[in-house]
């Protein structure tokens, strides 16, 4: 069987950029780890919340890559794109910049902890904004490996609105919950009012529960509940790797996973 060479990692969280639960430690090392044992490459694309600064990550906008008007609904958004490198790794960080969605100073809630309550839009935004920003790039990933609720839409958007992309020919999509309630659902009002195109009635359901049913395959946190006996990270670092690489491998060439 072939291996992927090209991983695309997409995530509201990425260490040491927003260091604030597991799952960032897990986006930051996983692909580090999977490049070091074989000659992947591999790119993190991620929201530039309001709570990260662009001078002190040295973050760049990328001019090519920046005014994309992304489509929501009868509106557009306009995206910038910033990129950034981890240091003493061979890993960059691309950020999907946007005033209206990501410009707080909170994640999903505010500072008195209320949730946001466009969150299920807020995903919607990042989601298109990345397969756009892949689009641009003309950077044909293998596997897009989707982690949290913020990216949720990424395997939904791929099977529907990018589904004739000819990029995206033979992408195969990995989802991870990360146990955040962002409390984001898949409303009547946000199908019709973005122009979202569901293969069937998801409203109602959380942005996870959609992901989950338009991935090829999924991978929990040890710590989250699972519903159908999923397969868990391994605990231990090396054999994490040897266990994500097969995974990606296994649905990469049609395996059951």
């Known amino acids: 069987m072939s291996t992927p060479a090209r991983v695309l990692f997409v995530a509201g969280e990425v260490a040491p950029f927003a260091d604030v639960s597991p799952t960032a430690a897990l986006v930051r090392n996983l692909p580090e780890q999977l490049m070091g044992s074989t000659d992947m490459d591999a790119r993190i694309m991620m929201p530039r919340y309001g709570t ?15 005014g994309t008007d992304i489509a929501m609904g009868e509106a557009t958004e306009e995206l910038k794109v910033r990129v950034a490198s981890i240091p003493g ?3 960059q960080v691309y950020f999907m910049d946007n005033k209206t969605y990501f410009k707080r100073k909170g994640l999903h809630v505010d500072k008195n902890g209320d949730l946001f309550e ?4 807020r995903a919607l935004f990042f989601g298109r904004s990345v397969l756009e920003t892949v689009c641009k790039l003309r950077w044909q990933p293998d596997v897009v490996h989707a982690f949290g609720w913020v990216s949720s839409f990424v ?12 990029l995206f020919n033979g992408t195969k999509v990995i989802y991870t919950p990360d146990g955040i309630d962002a409390e984001a659902e898949l409303t009547d009002t946000l199908v019709t009012a973005a122009g979202l195109r569901t293969n069937g009635d998801l409203t109602g359901e959380r942005l996870s529960t959609a992901a989950l049913s338009y991935a090829d395959a999924s991978i929990f946190p040890a710590d989250l509940p699972r519903i159908n006996g999923e397969t868990t990270f391994a605990a231990d670092e090396d054999d994490r790797t040897a266990q994500v690489l097969d995974l990606y491998t296994k649905v990469r060439n049609g395996v059951p996973a």
């Open 155 to 166: 395997p939904l958007l791929l099977r529907s609105e990018y589904a004739d992309e000819e």
């Open 118 to 121: 466009d969150n299920a839009e």
């Open 89 to 91: 790794v061979r890993l």
């Open 52 to 66: 990260i600064s662009p001078r002190k990550n040295r973050l760049h906008e990328v001019i090519r890559l920046s």
